[in-house]
């Protein structure tokens, strides 16, 4: 447990999400004073558990400052101090103390947080003070605004004190991106993202909204009568816009029956106007869930990029997290979307999973390469609250077989063999060994959908249950409204669901 005490509230996320990055084992409980005095119960479950240090911040922007104090537990105590003035500042300090070139309170805030912490830990992090999940809208941001290489990656290294290798990753994606969206009438556009939220088990470390399809069965026709619902309000809505981009995902969108699968798109396609869709993704990760038939639906109704998931081509690591298919069958699906057309199939892999080694990453990486994917994306493993990885770590400890940043750079290197190059990252909470994760595609190959939704430079219209809508303004504001998760309710209340669309884009 490590603890901190404020004297405003303000930043308890960026504070909470940055000591976490640093201490991913522990417990951080971040309150202010008067918090900390009301919340007895919290004072006395702390007072039982094993706190590592404690830490007390003092934001005094209005003054000019702001510092910290690490109290350790043999009552040694360290002291760091930032002068921040009119939002521009430098840093100082007593014990401690370091000299930067700081933005804003918050960024000096998170540097001297930074600064200090590295020291305590003895290391740093790849993706330094960063804490947001779309580091490369740093880079992005300042291309449209005329800024050169050098000016960007400088700023990112001083100002969040991000890694060589990292700031090089980002920059290099945001060029990319910037080409790819470029190319893109984005701006009268929108994108369509549709949820089924059945799978055929859960896996140990989802937190996605999903149902088991053998429950549902019966009532996925149900579901996609709402699903129609919400495509006529769209329909009517934004017969004004473009749509740039469809994605069908989950949950297991390929648990529906061909029959359905047909059902469902023909309806999208005779309500709505594709012609100018750039991209048309069904997510079709569970192999177990693959059949020629469903390939060969998805193919006539003019779906032009699939997801075929392996994780990982251990047979033993799948039984462990929940995946009721083998590396067999996944291999066989792989190539049974290959002889039914498709041209642009990418692949999901995750590395940290329970119990792999480097060496499981380089047999994963090798079997992967005699496929050779259109696109790949490698995600670093994030322990999601309200997965049963959670619940495992919980009741049984935190751990890491391997080096999930060696993993990584395996990954790399298989991937650039491949002739795949990174378009698109991004980072979650509690994301093993604070890295990224990282898509990579063959030229023409990158996920538009994914490039989109990451940049958020256009709005995504989410419909289904457990799915969020996001509206993006035209001066960059955003704004969002979900639909609910459970299922049942969803299907009760489609109306509602309708109705916040319409308060959103009304």
Same mark, same amino acid.
């Given at each position: 447990m ?9 930043y ?53 400052f ?13 002291f ?36 200090q912490?590295?020291?305590?830990i003895?290391?740093?992090?790849p ?16 291309l449209?605004?005329?800024k ?11 100002t969040?004190?991000?890694?060589d ?5 980002a ?50 026709d ?9 495509? +006529? ?6 017969k ?7 994605y ?10 061909p029959?359905q ?27 177990d ?22 994780q990982?081509?251990?047979?033993e690591?799948l ?24 041209d ?9 999973l329970?119990?792999?080694t ?13 496929l ?28 890491v077989? @391997?080096?999930?940043g ?8 298989s991937?650039?063999?491949?002739g795949?190059t990174?378009y ?8 093993s060994?604070?890295?990224e994760?990282? @898509?990579?595609a ?8 994914? #490039? ?8 995504i219209v989410?419909l289904?249950?457990g ?15 979900d639909?609910?998760? +459970? ?6 209340? #489609? ?12």
């Amino acid at each position: 447990m490590i603890q901190v005490l404020l004297n405003k509230d303000k930043y308890k996320y960026d504070i909470h999400s940055l000591i976490k990055a640093f201490y991913p084992k522990e417990d951080v409980s971040v309150l202010t004073y008067d918090e900390a005095a009301d919340n007895k119960s919290v004072n006395n479950k702390n007072a039982s558990e094993d706190v590592l240090f404690k830490t007390e911040i003092e934001l005094h922007e209005d003054k000019g400052f702001i510092s910290m104090k690490i109290i350790h537990n043999d009552g040694s105590e360290v002291f760091a101090k930032s002068v921040c003035i009119d939002g521009e500042g430098e840093s100082s300090g007593s014990t401690n103390g370091s000299s930067a070139s700081l933005t804003t309170p918050k960024n000096a805030l998170k540097q001297m947080m930074y600064r200090q912490l590295s020291k305590e830990i003895g290391h740093v992090l790849p993706w330094g003070s960063l804490t947001g999940i779309r580091p490369t809208r740093i880079p992005m941001q300042m291309l449209e605004a005329g800024k050169n290489e050098v000016e960007i990656k400088t700023y990112m290294q001083d100002t969040f004190f991000v890694s060589d290798e990292k700031t090089e990753l980002a920059y290099d994606i945001a060029v990319r991106e910037k080409k790819i969206l470029d190319d893109i009438n984005y701006e009268n556009g929108y994108s369509i993202y549709l949820g089924i939220p059945f799978c055929p088990t859960t896996c140990l470390y989802c937190s996605f909204t999903s149902f088991p399809i053998a429950t549902w069965k019966k009532k996925v026709d149900s579901y996609i009568s709402c699903l129609e619902e919400e495509i +006529d309000y769209v329909a009517e809505a934004f017969k004004d816009k473009i749509v740039n981009s469809v994605y069908i995902g989950g949950g297991t969108p390929t648990t529906l029956e061909p029959s359905q699968m047909t059902r469902l798109i023909t309806y999208l396609r005779d309500k709505i106007d594709l012609s100018e869709c750039r991209e048309f993704t069904v997510e079709s990760g569970r192999p177990d869930s693959i059949t020629r038939e469903k390939l060969r639906a998805m193919k006539e109704c003019g779906v032009d990029r699939i997801s075929v998931n392996p994780q990982t081509m251990s047979d033993e690591t799948l039984r462990r997290i929940g995946r009721q298919h083998t590396v067999s069958q996944f291999v066989e699906a792989y190539y049974m979307a290959r002889e039914e057309g498709f041209d642009n199939i990418n692949m999901d892999i995750i590395l940290g999973l329970p119990g792999e080694t480097e060496e499981d990453v380089k047999h994963t990486m090798a079997e992967i390469e005699k496929l050779y994917p259109d696109d790949l994306t490698v995600h670093s493993l994030s322990v999601k609250r309200g997965s049963r990885l959670a619940e495992h770590i919980k009741n049984n400890g935190f751990f890491v077989a @391997g080096d999930t940043g060696r993993m990584m750079e395996i990954a790399k290197e298989s991937a650039s063999k491949m002739g795949l190059t990174p378009y698109y990252l991004y980072r979650q909470k509690n994301i093993s060994g604070n890295l990224e994760n990282t @898509g990579y595609a063959r030229e023409g190959k990158a996920g538009i959908y994914n #490039i989109l939704m990451m940049e958020e430079v256009q709005s995504i219209v989410a419909l289904g249950a457990g799915t969020v809508t996001k509206r993006v303004y035209g001066d960059g504001r955003i704004e969002r409204c979900d639909n609910v998760k +459970d299922v049942t309710l969803y299907m009760n209340s #489609i109306n509602d669901m309708i109705d916040r669309k319409k308060k959103l884009f009304g």
